[in-house]
Nanobody, 115 residues
Framework: QVQLVESGGGLVQPGGSLRLSCAAS????????MGWYRQAPEKQRELVAS???????AYAEFVEGRFTLSRDNAKNTVYLQMNTLKPEDTAVYYC?????????WGQGTQVTVSS
């Protein structure tokens, strides 16, 4: 079955950095576009960044220039490098893959940006 396992979240001060990882199994990873979403308390889940099967990333405006999404097909893993973090980046971050119209999600990893 499809499994997405996120890691790398934590507490960081404003201006700091974190790198999130999402290890995928049960899918043809190299042929799958992948995405990262986030959900802050009392807010809707929103798309942060996505990467095509060919490795082309796209970013939400609010993370453009600060976050970098990459993938390692040999490891079936995507990485979200988050720099210059802001308190408003605080949220649970979820890895996502959509297969034939069905969304699959990881369990999420908490990112807290606070001094």
């Amino acid at each position: 079955q499809v499994q997405l396992v996120e890691s790398g979240g934590g507490l960081v001060q404003p201006g700091g950095s974190l790198r999130l990882s999402c290890a995928a199994s049960g899918i043809m990873f190299s042929r799958s576009a992948m995405g990262w979403y986030r959900q802050a308390p009392e807010k809707q889940r929103e798309l942060v960044a996505s990467i095509s099967a060919g490795g082309s990333p796209a970013y939400a405006e609010f993370v453009e220039g600060r976050f970098t999404l990459s993938r390692d097909n040999a490891k079936n893993t995507v990485y979200l490098q988050m720099n210059t973090l802001k308190p408003e980046d605080t949220a649970v971050y979820y890895c996502n893959v959509n297969l034939w119209g069905v969304d699959y999600w990881g369990q999420g990893t908490q990112v807290t940006v606070s001094s």
